[in-house]
């Protein structure tokens, strides 16, 4: 692959932590960023230069204070729209599958609040003085039922800051819908290249779209961030 960064491509990390043998084959779908809370029907990766590092040297302190071993996995979800390069404005997001929280307009982050504030009350959550971002950060899982919200099902990756177990500062992840596993245009193990990563849906109960690449071996190694 190129160097160039390619628009066309948002690329994700993630970390698969194991104890013994590393195995010869890896389900991507077991590689999502645990959080405290469960995100329903969303995959949460490693999003940007400065996130992975981070995410990356917290890894290694976790799997050192559980005795765990780890990996690293990278992959490509490949985008039907290019990426906006200004801030994102409502009347803008029916043009993008992907959005960076780090990039929106006022208006935008106004319509995000009117959207997830709703679900956070019904969870009991109380702070509804935060801004989204802030309340998206302290409760990952609300990114779900804002990917599922009208005007949002197109949207392939919404990257935020968002607190995960192994972590103990926030940090920028990418979140997948599993109805957009499809997506998925090539994953690889950084560190151990020999083993297969097999890209099988997350969902049982969801059939993988026509081009779902699902077990086919890739050669190729996604570009880090």
């Known amino acids: 692959m190129s160097d160039k960064p390619d628009s066309r491509f948002i690329e994700l990390s993630s970390v698969y932590f194991y104890e013994g043998t590393l195995p010869s084959s890896i389900a991507l779908k077991d590689c999502s960023l645990s959080t405290e809370r469960n995100v329903p029907d969303t995959f949460l990766a490693l999003y940007g230069y400065q996130s992975k590092q981070d995410g990356f040297m917290a890894a290694r302190a976790y799997a050192n204070e559980n005795r765990l071993r780890f990996t690293v996995i990278d992959f490509l979800v490949k985008l039907d729209e290019k990426q906006n390069p200004l801030t994102m404005k409502p009347d803008e997001l029916a043009s993008h599958d992907f959005i960076s929280f780090q990039r929106l307009s006022k208006s935008m982050a106004e319509e995000i609040g009117a959207i997830i504030r709703p679900h956070?009350?019904?969870?009991?959550?109380?702070?509804?003085?935060?801004?989204?971002?802030?309340?998206?950060?302290?409760?990952?899982?609300?990114?779900?039922?804002?990917?599922?919200?009208?005007?949002?099902?197109?949207?392939?990756?919404?990257?935020?800051?968002?607190?995960?177990?192994?972590?103990?500062?926030?940090?920028a992840v990418g979140a997948i819908p599993f109805r957009h596993w499809g997506s998925i245009a090539e994953a690889t193990c950084r560190l151990n290249p020999e083993v297969f990563i097999r890209l099988d849906h997350p969902s049982p109960a969801a059939a993988p779209s026509r081009d779902s690449p699902v077990d086919r071996p890739v050669t190729s190694k996604p570009r880090n961030n």
Request: net charge positive.
């Open 120 to 171: 956070a009350e019904q969870l009991g959550l109380t702070d509804k003085a935060s801004k989204p971002q802030q309340l998206l950060m302290q409760y990952p899982e609300l990114i779900s039922p804002l990917l599922q919200s009208p005007g949002w099902e197109h949207l392939k990756v919404a990257a935020y800051p968002s607190k995960v177990q192994m972590s103990p500062k926030p940090l």
